[in-house]
């Protein structure tokens, strides 16, 4: 499974599109990315996840680089219920190795 | 179906007792797979299971931990003689089928205190 790096916390404007980085340089070829987001007192909720193109759902986009080595979680709107932390993974056959995350605020 | 159901949502067991944490996964879902949350830390692999078959327990403590998905039934994860270091939030995850091509649905977690 690869080591991912995320920043600790990031800030963003109600109703503007927020970015959430992610490196994983370590990731394989077969791994996929992985993001989760956890609200305080939940479980982890699925957001998105691919394995080399850029993948779009009805909560965020999630655009990969060519070399795979780093991934950015795209929310086009921020919402206040956006707030929470946001795991990136990189692979895991069930065995999801959760890090510190980014813990993101969302300002009215 | 409304999601992964676990229950309790919370439990409170003196030290000694034994704790049992149910998980019924999603319909159709045939995979499990159990992770702890330790106050102020991210969530930690457990176990992983099959109908009838543990998979991978790894992530298992060696002593006083134990786990099943029986044929019929919910998933059980079974704390023996628990101690306060067992106090978590215990997850369970299910999905269609093995791998990643799928994601991971996660249940609301049964939120263990031992007094």
């Known amino acids: 499974d690869a080591k991912t790096t995320q920043p600790n916390s990031m800030e963003s404007n109600e109703e503007e599109p927020v970015h959430l980085p992610c490196n994983h340089s370590?990731?394989?070829?077969?791994?996929?990315i992985h993001w989760y987001r956890q609200l305080p007192s939940q479980g982890p909720e699925y957001v998105i996840h691919g394995l080399t193109s850029n993948v779009n759902n009805r909560m965020a986009s999630l655009a990969i680089a060519e070399d795979r080595k780093s991934s950015t979680l795209i929310l086009h709107r921020a919402t206040l219920r956006d707030a929470a932390v946001y795991y990136c993974i990189g692979g895991s056959q069930g065995n999801l190795i959760f890090g510190k995350g980014t813990k993101l605020s969302v300002k009215p | 179906n409304a999601g992964v159901m676990q229950n309790p949502r919370h439990l409170v067991r003196r030290r000694g007792q034994e704790a049992r944490l149910r998980c019924s996964p999603m319909k159709g879902h045939s995979h499990v797979y159990w992770y702890r949350q330790l106050p102020e830390e991210g969530l930690k692999f457990m176990v992983y299971?099959?109908?009838?078959?543990?998979?991978?327990e790894s992530g298992m403590p060696k002593e006083r931990f134990s786990a099943e998905f029986p044929k019929e039934g919910p998933s059980i994860l079974r704390i023996q003689q628990v101690v306060r270091g067992d106090s978590a939030a215990y997850f369970c995850a299910s999905s269609p089928q093995h791998g990643d091509l799928y994601g991971y649905t996660f249940g609301s977690g049964t939120r263990l205190t031992v007094v």
């Open positions: 370590t990731i394989s070829g077969t791994d996929y």
């Open positions: 299971l099959q109908k009838e078959n543990i998979i991978d």
